[in-house]
């Protein structure tokens, strides 16, 4: 044990030493990024992203040009040609779960008609059920403390169950996107109970999917103990799923879907390293954050009402001197939108009707005015080259939130709905298959003449 201990110690200071050393050395001066007009994030300073490539499924449309200067308007989604405000109107005044003809929608770019629609959610839940052994060999025997790194394991292990895994033509990757497409609620809903079982020590729950129920029903049916919900909360639910299925080939999770895919790599690889992409706190554990924030901010300030009390707060929050001390807003700004958030905008109103029904108005009021007192304090203490916005982030962790959902599949949700965008833009790049993706760095280190060892 002394040895252990003490190799422990020895261990812990010399990779100390080593980082010291690789954070000397790699450290690029960021004046460089400058002289040389790197578009870092490609991105250029203001804020519009490098065209890397073309798509015909999913627009997110913030700007107009007028007179060769770009003039910012309220954000639109467009889902293969058509307006996600069309999309959800069409959901909300025919009171229909909408998730599954979106996924239809993306994959084939035409909206299915009722013969349509209902063969292929035939298709989904025929697909829920996991292959022989799976749920015990593969989610319950090796429960995992992140639910992301559980979907990814999940994903790269039905490569095992796939006899035609490395199969590119078109046809086999949407039978595997279909199939991912069920699979995936059912890979999150079993691993959270797993890793509730195993390290938080409540009981193991297993509900079979009802072929009978939409994907967002189902999603709720597995998840709850009793197996209980009502239709608002499922068809919020199934919005949120709506919501967030796409949103153009830039995003860091379609675009490494891109890139992976762009190497003749099988599906399972190139899901699951979007998967890890979507993984990190910048990308699709925002919604986490906003929610964590929102319970520091509970706590530091006593009157909800008390507008001064809550832009000192976010003033803070800005300053490093609260929360994760990043100096961020959660849920606040956007790399494209500057005005408005179209999914934030739709999903803000849909969340005030569930705060109504579930008697959480005062913590839905306290969401609204953090959002408008939030925009007011980064104008003023930042400078900022177009406006900032409510994400969708802002309130999608709220709606979760007031659906009981567990924090640790916030993010796994997300990937439960982008899964739809990312095989949708995995056949695009097979159908229109060019040159494997592969950008240019520049080195900026200095030629050294190399030292002989016993120079050193």
Same mark, same amino acid.
């Given at each position: ?226 197996? !209980?919900?009502? +239709?608002?909360? @499922?068809?919020? &639910? ?6 967030? #299925? =796409?949103?153009? %080939? $830039? ?86 939108? !500057?005005?408005? +958030?179209?999914? @934030?905008?739709? &999903? ?6 569930? #705060? =109504?029904?579930? %008697? $959480? ?96």
């Amino acid at each position: 044990m002394r040895t252990r201990e003490l190799s422990k110690e020895f261990e812990d200071s010399y990779i100390q030493e080593l980082s010291r050393s690789v954070e000397e050395t790699g450290t690029v001066d960021p004046e460089l990024y400058t002289r040389y007009e790197v578009k870092r994030g490609l991105r250029d300073i203001s804020g519009k992203g490098v065209l890397v490539g073309l798509t015909k499924i999913g627009e997110v449309h913030s700007y107009i040009i007028d007179e060769n200067e770009n003039v910012q308007v309220p954000g639109r989604l467009i889902y293969r040609g058509y307006d996600i405000d069309d999309i959800v109107k069409s959901l909300l005044n025919g009171n229909r779960f909408g998730f599954e003809e979106t996924a239809f929608l993306l994959l084939t770019g035409k909206l299915p008609d009722t013969d349509e629609i209902t063969r292929f959610s035939m298709q989904l839940t025929n697909y829920m059920d996991l292959p022989k052994g799976f749920l015990n060999d593969i989610i319950l025997k090796v429960p995992s403390r992140n639910m992301m790194n559980m979907l990814a394991r999940c994903v790269l292990a039905l490569y095992s169950y796939d006899d035609m895994a490395d199969d590119t033509s078109i046809a086999n990757v949407l039978r595997q996107s279909i199939q991912l497409i069920a699979f995936f609620p059912v890979f999150t809903v079993y691993g959270y109970r797993a890793h509730a079982h195993a390290h938080k020590n409540k009981s193991l729950v297993i509900h079979q999917p009802d072929p009978g129920l939409s994907i967002s029903e189902n999603i709720l049916h597995m998840l709850r103990s009793d197996s !209980s919900y009502t +239709d608002l909360e @499922a068809k919020l &639910l199934d919005l949120a799923l709506v919501l967030h #299925a =796409e949103h153009g %080939g $830039g995003n860091n999770s379609t675009f490494t879907t891109h890139v992976v895919t762009s190497s003749g790599t099988d599906t399972y690889s190139a899901i699951a390293a979007a998967l890890a992409s979507l993984k990190g706190p910048r990308h699709g554990g925002a919604n986490i954050k906003v929610v964590e924030m929102f319970d520091d901010l509970k706590e530091h300030v006593a009157d909800w009402e008390d507008e001064e009390q809550i832009e000192a707060y976010l003033l803070k929050l800005l300053n490093k001197e609260a929360y994760d001390r990043q100096g961020l807003i959660y849920g606040m700004g956007h790399a494209v939108y !500057s005005i408005s +958030d179209p999914r @934030a905008v739709i &999903l803000k109103e849909q969340a005030r009707k569930l #705060a =109504e029904q579930l %008697g $959480g108005e005062k913590e839905y009021e306290l969401y609204e005015r953090v959002e408008r007192l939030a925009k007011k304090t980064i104008s003023e203490k930042r400078r900022i080259y177009k406006g900032v916005c409510t994400n969708v982030d802002f309130f999608s962790g709220f709606v979760y939130s007031m659906l009981n959902i567990p924090r640790e599949i916030y993010t796994p949700l997300f990937a439960v709905s982008r899964i739809v965008g990312w095989c949708a833009h995995r056949i695009e790049e097979i159908l229109n298959t060019g040159k494997i993706i592969r950008p240019a760095y520049k080195s900026v280190v200095e030629r050294k003449k190399y030292i002989s060892l016993d120079k050193r």
